[in-house]
């Protein structure tokens, strides 16, 4: 065999016994690369005591314990904590006998080096997944970088601010988890778990607008005013926009500006609960909706450019994280996914529509997330189940407007009814025109 073809031979030989494991390469760089980046931020934001070098070569040594603990023994991983530790310590001491620098400061760099150096420990294992090591290192960049905006936000805080936080806490945190996961009463379709799992999505899409509205201030503007009413309440919204404009004729197509966005974000809330709690039906469910969505914001974008320059001064919202309208909410959502089943199984469709009528005129949510949770246990098809829901949405314009009739000014009425109209047509139409229809 010529000399030539057994040395390719031999390589490739060689090559299957000590074949190049990517792994081998990859896992130690990206230990590198996130000790690299985590110590330019430090260095950048000169935080003492620890820079871009310093972090680099901690995340390696825990990539490097991480190695030596799977061959001998666990403990090294503590010892590697502890002498991290005590190095701190050390340096800490040190610096401060520098009189004139100031020491005052936390123990953050601390902590993220010890957060940097157990994502090279958990890097080491080729078992574990880099992509968790990617996600805690962007999370924990972020935090580091936003130090000022996140402190801003905390002072920025009122006192019934933090009592909304923190009763959201007690609906999501200690409620929710000692709820029984499982059916109960006729239709077996009570869920007493998933009823207030549906209580914190809504809670909690409400908390992060009234937070937003808190830091905003009450003059928000007229655009920023409907996409955080939407977010709170798009009802209330219609309420405070109504009396804001009472018999002030410059601030009527602002007004209705306002409670139009706020209905479109109504509409779009609804498309995002359908997405939280049933994707399943998506396919069907969502291109109707979506389509309503669609020609609602056209509507509003119209209206926009037809408003007036008057910055809207409406109420701030209530908290939506007290315990009382929560329980109430979580009743109201246990009587409708009762009444959607007793109607089907009585009444048939016709029975069902004047159930979304009726909860239409009163929350949008709840026959929302009751007839989602209904097409998800295939108790309800979804061809009926978005025609449901997009009559409750009709519904609850009627009854905006019937608000803005009442609260309101004719010519916020007037401004307003035109659209109203157009989208409540719109709707009807897409109910009895959709395809799969049985109307």
Request: aromatic share 8%.
């Amino acid at each position: 065999m010529p000399p030539v073809i057994l040395m390719m031979q031999s390589a490739t030989e060689s090559d299957s016994v000590f074949p190049v494991n990517p792994e081998d390469y990859l896992r130690p760089g990206l230990a590198l690369a996130i000790g690299l980046l985590i110590g330019m931020q430090r260095e950048r934001a000169n935080e003492y005591p620890a820079g871009l070098r310093t972090f680099a070569l901690i995340s390696l040594s825990g990539y490097l314990v991480g190695i030596l603990a799977v061959q001998y023994t666990g403990w090294i991983i503590v010892a590697g904590m502890i002498f991290l530790g005590s190095a701190f310590a050390v340096g800490n001491l040190i610096a401060a006998r520098d009189t004139e620098v100031d020491h005052s400061g936390g123990i953050t760099s601390e902590v993220a080096a010890l957060l940097v150096y157990g994502i090279g420990v958990y890097l080491a294992n080729a078992e574990n997944s880099r992509s968790l090591a990617v996600l805690l290192t962007g999370v924990i960049a972020l935090l580091l970088h936003y130090k000022k905006s996140m402190h801003r936000f905390v002072n920025g805080l009122e006192k019934k601010d933090v009592r909304a936080i923190m009763q959201f806490v007690l609906i999501t945190l200690v409620i929710l988890p000692v709820l029984p996961n499982e059916e109960f009463g006729p239709y077996e379709v009570v869920n007493p778990f998933k009823a207030w799992l549906m209580v914190v999505l809504i809670v909690g899409i409400g908390l992060a607008g009234f937070l937003v509205y808190r830091l905003g201030g009450s003059r928000v503007g007229t655009l920023l005013s409907g996409l955080l009413g939407g977010l709170v309440s798009s009802t209330a919204t219609t309420v405070s926009a109504s009396r804001f404009a009472k018999g002030v004729n410059e601030r009527a197509t602002a007004a209705a500006l306002i409670i139009m966005i706020a209905s479109a974000i109504s509409v779009l809330r609804v498309i995002f609960e359908l997405v939280a709690v049933n994707r399943q039906d998506l396919a069907v469910t969502a291109p109707p909706l979506v389509a309503f969505l669609i020609v609602f914001i056209i509507l509003t974008v119209i209206l926009y450019y037809r408003r007036s320059d008057e910055m809207m001064e409406i109420d701030p919202p209530e908290n939506p994280a007290e315990l009382k309208p929560a329980i109430i909410f979580g009743i109201l959502y246990i009587v409708i996914i009762l009444l959607v089943a007793a109607a089907k199984d009585h009444f048939g469709q016709a029975g069902l529509y004047v159930v979304g009528v009726i909860s239409g005129l009163t929350d949008v949510d709840a026959i929302t997330l009751s007839t989602a949770q209904l097409m998800k246990t295939d108790t309800l098809d979804a061809a009926t189940g978005w025609r449901v829901i997009l009559t409750a949405v009709l519904a609850n314009l009627v009854f905006k407007g019937g608000i803005v009739a009442f609260l309101g000014d004719k010519q916020v009425l007037k401004k307003l009814g035109i659209w109203y109209g157009i989208a409540f047509a719109v709707g009807l139409a897409i109910i009895f025109l959709w395809p799969g229809s049985d109307l």
